[in-house]
């Protein structure tokens, strides 16, 4: 079965810098999602990617698949408070369920 | 709000209980999702029904069971419960098996005592 490795697992960064998460599958990806969860709090969707090489931004955070390596990134760019939670990555094999990754903490100090 | 419609939102109970949770799928979607998240398992993946059929199990316990209706709401039933079962447990609901998005419900959290 495949599973997602998520790192690093925890990320303290102040306000203002540049982050990245990473998403490494165990099998080939053929769709990669990102959601972000405050903690005890429903996954809100932010990005799905489905080819390799794809990238797609939505506001300050940019997610890119890089097939060949079964990994995708997240990347925030000047972090702020309101990006704090826990950020997860799931897959999916054609039409099945989401698998997810563990998860990433991400907190931000002003 | 996601369209995904989860009940109740908290429910406290002890332990050999039986409980129902209720998930109403965005308007459209045909596929629900169940998932169970706790600190230590993080989320994981326990049935998904399509149309009223059972398509995929994953890590779901006997003591677990679920269905789809045809009006396609789906219930999460949980039984004999154990201490360990305290979580939040959430639906999710996508179109066509997955492939065009999934979307989660605010999810129901668990507390057996």
Known sequence: SQELEQSPQSLIVQEGKNLTINCTSSKTLYGLYWYKQKYGEGLIFLMMLQKGGEEKSHEKITAKLDEKKQQSSLHITASQPSHAGIYLCGASQAGTALIFGKGTTLSVSS | ?113
Do not use: M
Not at chain 2, 36 to 50: A, K, N, T
Not at chain 2, 75 to 101: I, V
Not at chain 2, 102 to 110: A, D
């Open chain 2, 1 to 113: 709000d996601s369209g995904v419609t989860q009940t109740p939102k908290h429910l406290i109970t002890a332990t050999g209980q039986r409980v129902t949770l209720r998930c109403s799928p965005r308007s459209g979607d045909l596929s629900v999702y169940w998932y169970q998240q706790s600190l230590d398992q993080g989320l994981q993946f326990l049935i998904h029904y399509y149309n009223g059929e059972e398509r995929a199990k994953g890590n779901i316990l006997e003591r677990f069971s679920a269905q789809q209706f045809p009006d396609l709401h789906s219930e999460l039933n949980l039984s004999s419960l154990e201490l360990g079962d305290s979580a939040l447990y959430f639906c999710a609901s996508s179109n066509r098996g997955g492939g065009y998005g999934y979307t989660f419900g605010s999810g129901t959290r668990l507390t057996v005592v």
